[in-house]
């Protein structure tokens, strides 16, 4: 493949508000020039610069060790994470600052000063002991997102045994087969946590899920819904009575900088999932790094990232990351639409919240259910917002900037992935203009380009591979137990180079566009089309809130687009409109961009962190079923019903 055609037209440009360029620790382009000149020219330098903002026990002898494609970041060195992200601070005056603010989904509500947040973990962390659990051993996470699922990945750092967490909505299948390849000796998990106005269980899909299991020796089980769950003697342990007359201090274990830090599976759409591997000096330079550089944090932020701590953003962005910068960070357990549409503006008024990260599948949710739930809230609080997870159509990033932002907060759409570590692609919001769409420019130190097959970089405006030429500190390791997977699966594309799937363009002035997966690319009449941009367009006729553009086979055109749309209340769907959509397209991209097939429908399949499954359209649309792997899927429902109107024609 050599290039993916990029049709997408200008879009308007926001300089970074007078502030943020006065007030934030890269303040204006030309610093973040500099930074990257320094970065380039001398990148262990840099590198070595930013881990020093870290405690170390000992200190590295060699900042990179590069044997393609494996790397070892600040060999020699010792480092610990839960003593970055708490003890370091109990010698300051965060010592009695708000650690983490926790909301329940019914309302109830705990807050954690660092001082208690360090008590809880060192608890807990002589709980795992007592248990036999220790360094090199892993621990499987099951959790809602309540304080404890923090307190639980902490305690594993300080004592270095290597967590994976599995996302609360996977089903006992899944978590089974995480478990089993981690090989985990213990899991911790809850009887069940709130979502939706009701209690859910995870204490029963552990117990399914240990059927059979070999190396699982101990189950913690925190009390969060008091729901009845059974409890095997010997194997399970309430975490209260675990904790009961534990000692409060435990002391953080010296652990080699490389030392596991976590393994996070992510699935492919083929295959077994990938248990992606972080280590621990590397990736907190570069977790903590991006938290102060891109997201600004300050003393005085309450910063609420709505991730769940299933996903990577949830480790870096709501645990790890925030805490070793000593911020405030929000953790909110439900639904964004429980009770009401307005519950996130709800908290962020209550909380006075400043800044406000989450994902374009929310934020087209909230489009959905009306300007009204934002317009009821103040949101006067709110400084900087933003995005990840998914390119952001234009049309979402201004509504969000209109009635989130009320014109006044920059946002931050910051490319990275589960195995990166860390945000790669963002802008600095004292430094660099935004444009809605693009996640504009990488980070000081990371060498992210637009290349062909052969690695040759690609024009202005023309599509291609995004990847990254150098080894970066917060880069995944490896894949759990399997180097070779490793290897062909990121690094056999283009020679010593990193490719994980993403297709992208960079425009005249450098700004990367990221195009979606390169996998989703179709091919109509031999022109290469990224879905995104035709999904964008779609997005931005006033009565769209989603769209998802997949190819099917074609006589004609070798592919042909197919668009799933959902509506806004309000509009109906139809023939008509469906040929309203396609002049509309025909407007804002050109006739080749023209879909050959519009789909209405209420839902999209998603995954669980809300992702649209292309493949599994795609499947329906060519041969109207579904045999490819449905674990990850969301809402079965959705999937169904548009699989109903196919054989209903
Ligand atoms: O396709 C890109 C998309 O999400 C993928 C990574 O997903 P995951 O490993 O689940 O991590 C999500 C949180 C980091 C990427 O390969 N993606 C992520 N952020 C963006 C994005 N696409 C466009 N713009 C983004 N800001």
């Known amino acids: ?74 060999v020699g060195g010792q480092t610990n994470v839960a ?90 299948d899944a978590l089974r087969e995480r478990m089993n390849d981690a090989k985990a000796k213990a899991i911790i998990t809850a009887d069940g946590g709130y979502r939706k106005g009701k209690p859910f269980p995870l204490k029963a899909q552990v117990d399914a899920s240990l059927e059979g299991s070999t190396t699982v020796e101990s189950v913690i089980v925190l009390r969060r819904t008091n729901e009845a769950v059974d409890m095997v003697a010997g194997r399970d342990h309430d975490w209260d009575d675990l904790v009961a007359g534990v000692s409060d201090y435990c002391p953080a274990e010296p652990l080699d900088s490389e030392h596991p830090l976590f393994i996070l599976y992510t699935s492919g759409s083929t295959g077994k999932p990938k248990g992606v591997l972080h280590t621990t000096g590397g990736y907190l330079t570069q977790a903590s790094m991006t938290c102060r550089w891109v997201f600004d944090l300050k003393d005085t932020d309450t910063y609420w990232c709505t991730a769940d701590v299933g996903w990577v953003t949830g480790h870096s962005y709501v645990v790890f990351g925030p805490l070793a910068v000593g911020a405030t960070t929000v953790m909110y357990e439900g639904v964004p639409n429980y009770p009401d549409a307005g519950r996130f503006w709800d908290i962020v008024d209550r909380h006075r919240v400043t800044i406000f990260y989450t994902a374009p599948t929310a934020i087209r949710a909230f489009m959905k259910w009306g300007d009204e739930w934002p317009a009821k809230h103040k949101l006067d609080s709110l400084r900087l917002l933003g995005t990840v997870g998914e390119p952001i159509n234009p049309e979402a990033w201004l509504w969000y900037h209109r009635m989130i932002g009320h014109e006044r907060c920059p946002i931050v759409d910051t490319w990275w992935q589960t195995e990166t570590g860390g945000i790669m692609i963002s802008p600095l919001p004292g430094a660099v203009a935004t444009k809605p769409g693009s996640a504009t420019l990488p980070l000081p130190g990371i060498d992210a380009a637009v290349v062909d097959r052969d690695g040759n970089e690609v024009g202005a405006d023309e599509g291609g591979l995004l990847v990254i030429r150098k080894p970066w500190p ?88 197919v668009a799933f749309v959902t509506l806004g209340p309000g509009f109906e769907s139809g023939p008509e409109f469906g040929q309203e959509l396609c002049a509309h397209v025909t407007k804002e991209i050109g006739a080749i961009a023209k879909p050959a097939e519009i789909r209405f429908t209420d839902a999209l399949p998603k995954t669980r962190s809300g992702k649209i499954m292309r493949r599994l359209l795609r499947e329906i649309a060519t041969s109207r079923t579904v045999k490819g792997d449905t674990t990850t899927l969301e809402d079965q429902a959705a999937l169904d019903s548009l699989a109903k109107q196919y054989d209903d024609g």
Request: net charge negative; hydrophobic share 40%; charged share 25%.
């Open 83 to 172: 003593y970055n992200c708490l003890d370091r601070h109990l010698t300051t005056s965060r010592k009695d600052k708000a650690a983490i603010i926790w909301e329940g989904e019914p309302g109830d509500q705990r807050v954690y000063t660092y001082a208690m947040l360090h008590l809880e973990v060192c608890r807990f962390a002589n709980g795992l002991k007592k248990l036999g659990i220790g360094r090199g051993d892993r621990v499987g996470l099951y959790m809602p997102m309540v304080p404890e699922a923090a307190i639980a990945m902490l305690a594993c750092a300080r004592i270095g045994a290597t967590h994976s967490v599995v996302f609360g909505g996977f089903s006992a």
């Open 1 to 74: 493949m050599s290039e993916i055609e990029s049709l997408q037209k200008d879009v308007p440009s926001f300089d970074p508000p007078e502030e943020f360029v006065a007030g934030s620790a890269v303040s204006g382009r030309a610093a973040y020039d500099e930074l990257c000149q320094r970065a380039a020219a001398d990148p262990e330098g840099f590198w070595a610069w930013q881990a020093e903002r870290l405690h170390w026990f000992r200190k590295w002898d060699k900042v990179l060790k590069w044997t393609p494609p494996f790397a070892q970041w600040f």
């Open 474 to 561: 917060g880069m995944l390791r490896t894949l759990w137990g399997d180097d070779e997977r490793y290897r062909s699966t990121y690094w056999s594309d283009i020679e010593n180079t990193y490719f994980a799937g993403d297709g992208a363009r960079r425009d005249a002035d450098g700004y990367f566009w990221i195009m979606g997966r390169v996998d989703d690319v179709v091919n109509v009449s031999g022109h290469r089309l990224g879905t995104a941009e035709v999904e964008s367009a779609l997005v931005s006729h006033p009565a769209v809130v989603e769209a998802a553009v997949i190819g099917r086979p074609d006589d004609l055109t070798g592919q042909a687009l």
